[in-house]
């Protein structure tokens, strides 16, 4: 069903919401249990009348801007759903209905390929208790559970880059030799001019396209598994927040540039052998057959406020890799240190005890 700009997906029996599930890369009905494949759940599609968003679909305005944000209807319960720039899918407030923002999603904003989630919810809260186990001066606001619930599911915005880069590198590189004669030991350092040349290939370079987001954090969660890329398709959304990019291919091909630019740098370095130190001192690297692929990749997001600080912590909605940076309660260290001076200074005392006895 489409509403004014917004549309979602239904069950085929019971008309009810659904929602892509993980685990069994299928679509579940919360309210009878159903599941459904893609074919058959792009089969009702057509039934209903919901179209395909592609890269030809005509651009859909939204109902009203208010505020730098805009408006719309959920295809739902019909009650107003506001939302920012940047976003494509998002929930009603009132019947937690996904929401797909068609306007977010045609034109040059309509990704080509997407990697569906496949860890759920309870995987990512799961793989965030791990994470704190071990960590005893942890604060208990972050055992909070009510905390914990609050992470989501994003589609984030990626580019991925096909690069190849030819060039060559100069460097310094030395030779130390030390020999002894006599009660003198010498040292004798030879300098090389060193050059190596080249070309590599490079395949889906991703940079995260929108702002909102850390990049060093979303670096941190690769690599991702391109074999898991399926050709774009809406329904992937159902149940999931989505972002749509807001930094463009150009702007962020300028990352994708610079790693590609280092790795073979120092792939060129690496095949300078026999030396002591080698020091590049310049390069001259040409970037050629570039290709740019827009594509939304799965990210399971969870951002705890603690003392004023915004703390964020991902996981890979696809393999389950978990980052995220836990403080230590300064409280719990001083208690800590007090409890061990306590115990060292009864150990000490009972000691002086069996002694004295």
């Not at 989630?117 to 009510?146: Q, W």
């Not at 300098?191 to 670096?219: C, E």
């Not at 310049?282 to 740019?292: G, K, R, T």
């Not at 208690?335 to 200074?345: A, E, K, P």
């Amino acid at each position: 069903m489409s509403s004014k700009g917004t549309m979602d997906h239904k069950c085929p029996n019971c008309a009810a919401v659904l929602k892509f599930n993980p685990h069994g890369q299928n679509w579940v009905c919360e309210y009878c249990k159903s599941k459904f494949t893609k074919q058959e759940v792009d089969d009702y599609e057509k039934i209903r009348g919901v179209e395909e968003l592609t890269e030809d679909t005509e651009e859909v305005e939204e109902e009203t801007n208010w505020e730098g944000a805009s408006i719309y209807t959920c295809p739902n319960c019909g009650a107003e759903i506001v939302a920012d720039e940047t976003t494509s899918a998002t929930f009603c407030v009132y019947c937690k209905n996904t929401a797909i923002l068609k306007n977010k999603l045609v034109g040059k904003f309509n990704p080509s390929q997407i990697i569906p989630f496949h860890k759920t919810k309870e995987d990512a809260i799961l793989a965030f208790k791990n994470l704190k186990k071990g960590r005893p001066l942890m604060p208990n606001f972050f055992n909070d559970s009510k905390n914990i619930e609050e992470i989501k599911g994003i589609y984030i915005p990626f580019w991925l880059y096909d690069y190849t880069i030819s060039g060559d590198i100069v460097a310094n590189a030395n030779r130390v030799t030390t020999w002894r004669s006599g009660d003198y030991q010498y040292t004798r350092t030879d300098t090389y001019l060193v050059t190596r040349a080249g070309s590599m290939s490079f395949k889906r370079i991703p940079v995260d396209g929108s702002t909102h987001f850390n990049n060093d954090i979303m670096n941190s969660i690769e690599p991702f598994d391109y074999r898991g890329l399926s050709k774009f398709n809406h329904s992937y959304l159902s149940g999931f927040l989505a972002e749509k990019y807001n930094v463009d291919a150009s702007e962020a091909s300028k990352d994708a540039s610079n790693r590609a630019k280092e790795s073979t740098t120092n792939t060129l370095k690496s095949d300078i052998h026999g030396y002591t130190s080698v020091m590049v001192t310049n390069q001259n690297l040409n970037i050629n057959n570039v290709n740019s692929n827009y594509v939304l990749l799965p990210v399971w997001l969870l951002n705890i406020k603690y003392k004023g600080k915004i703390r964020t912590f991902a996981m890979n909605g696809q393999t389950g890799k978990i980052i995220g940076d836990i403080p230590i309660d300064i409280k719990k260290v001083i208690l800590y240190w007090i409890g061990i001076f306590i115990l060292t200074i009864i150990v000490i005392y009972i000691g002086w005890m069996i002694v004295g006895a």
